[in-house]
């Protein structure tokens, strides 16, 4: 009996043991904060590398670990960076959301690095972001590359009001369960591969593993919509490659596989057809850009197009990094 009671305890401790083993980020970046100003610090990811340094910079609303998969790609020629802007996950929430303030963020974070003249490389509404500083500060940056991110945002509120009619599938109790879960359903829903130090900087999770809800408050990101500025794309003076993920048909969008309410089958189609718009809108607005462009859209690929497509990403940006002066 004294055996099988100590059998018994010694499982009990090794599962509880293995259990509580925390989980450790598979990608191979180094990470620090960099104070950029009174209480405020960004998170920086390292993922090495040699050559001239890319600088990932993410949507809103994520983080610089949703290239946690892809950065690694790139540092096999290239010193590669990622900066979580203020508000999310580990960088600091101090201080204005102004496009201005974010953008500043980004130069203070290179002068601490000591970087010099690093191609910008981000994903949506960085777009924002590097267009401030290509735009003001042109001798700080070699490039940009826009993945899905040169917009003109000015008009975001039609787009959501669009959005609105149309039902969403969220995740179930299950989906929910854990960080893990809802990375899986996640990244099953959208068909990419989201990496898990993702959701674990922007969930909030209960003591027993469940994901309640998000870190940031809501009004962060309502603070940094509400920002905006128009952008000016004739002051960029810095060479330019803009990639766009074009829809090939409405039922790419998220609740429009096939919608059997008739209303709900013309929201997606409206918002098919305004997203088209905005596409030829806003490569006219990169079309103003005095310095060297290249357009390049990728029919089918999903907003995340470095995940989406990430050798078709790959496969133009080491052109465009190759032609840029040293």
Request: hydrophobic residues 45%; charged residues 20%.
């Given at each position: ?103 500043m963020d980004i130069v203070r974070v290179l002068d601490a690095e000591g970087v010099r003249d690093p191609v910008l490389i981000g994903n949506g509404f960085a777009g924002e972001e590097m267009s401030w500083i290509a735009s ?78 998000e870190r940031t408050p809501r009004a962060v990101q309502q603070q940094i919509v509400g920002g905006m500025t128009r952008v000016d794309y004739s002051a960029i003076h810095v060479p330019v490659l803009a990639v766009y993920a074009k829809a090939a048909s409405a039922d790419a969008f998220p609740g429009c596989q096939s919608p059997a309410d008739p209303a709900v089958r013309d929201a997606c189609q ?57």
């Amino acid at each position: 009996m004294r055996l099988l009671t100590r059998w018994t305890f010694l499982l009990t401790a090794t599962v509880a043991a293995f259990a509580q083993t925390p989980w450790v980020d598979p990608s191979p970046h180094r990470q620090r904060l960099v104070p950029t100003g009174p209480g405020t610090s960004l998170e920086v990811l390292d993922w090495g590398g040699a050559g001239r340094t890319l600088v990932l910079l993410a949507q809103l609303g994520q983080t610089a670990h949703i290239y946690d998969g892809w950065a690694p790609m790139l540092a096999s020629g290239h010193h590669v960076l990622g900066i979580t802007r203020r508000g999310y996950g580990a960088s600091s929430a101090a201080g204005g959301f102004s496009a201005e303030e974010l953008a500043m963020d980004i130069v203070r974070v290179l002068d601490a690095e000591g970087v010099r003249d690093p191609v910008l490389i981000g994903n949506g509404f960085a777009g924002e972001e590097m267009s401030w500083i290509a735009s003001r500060l042109p001798r700080r940056v070699a490039g940009l590359a826009y993945l899905n991110a040169a917009y003109d945002r000015t008009n975001v509120a039609a787009e959501g009001a669009i959005v609105r009619r149309i039902p969403q599938r969220g995740p179930t109790p299950a989906d929910m369960a854990s960080v893990e879960a809802v990375t899986r359903w996640a990244s099953n829903g959208g068909r990419l591969p989201i990496p898990e130090a993702e959701f674990r900087q922007l969930a909030q999770v209960a003591p027993d593993g469940r994901v309640t809800g998000e870190r940031t408050p809501r009004a962060v990101q309502q603070q940094i919509v509400g920002g905006m500025t128009r952008v000016d794309y004739s002051a960029i003076h810095v060479p330019v490659l803009a990639v766009y993920a074009k829809a090939a048909s409405a039922d790419a969008f998220p609740g429009c596989q096939s919608p059997a309410d008739p209303a709900v089958r013309d929201a997606c189609q409206e918002l098919h057809a305004w997203t088209l718009q905005q596409l030829e809108a806003s490569k006219k607005l990169v079309a103003t850009i005095p310095s060297r462009t290249q357009v390049v859209e990728l029919t089918g690929a999903n907003g995340f197009v470095f995940l989406s497509n990430p050798a078709d990403v790959l496969g133009l940006l080491e052109p465009f990094l190759a032609s840029l002066a040293r």
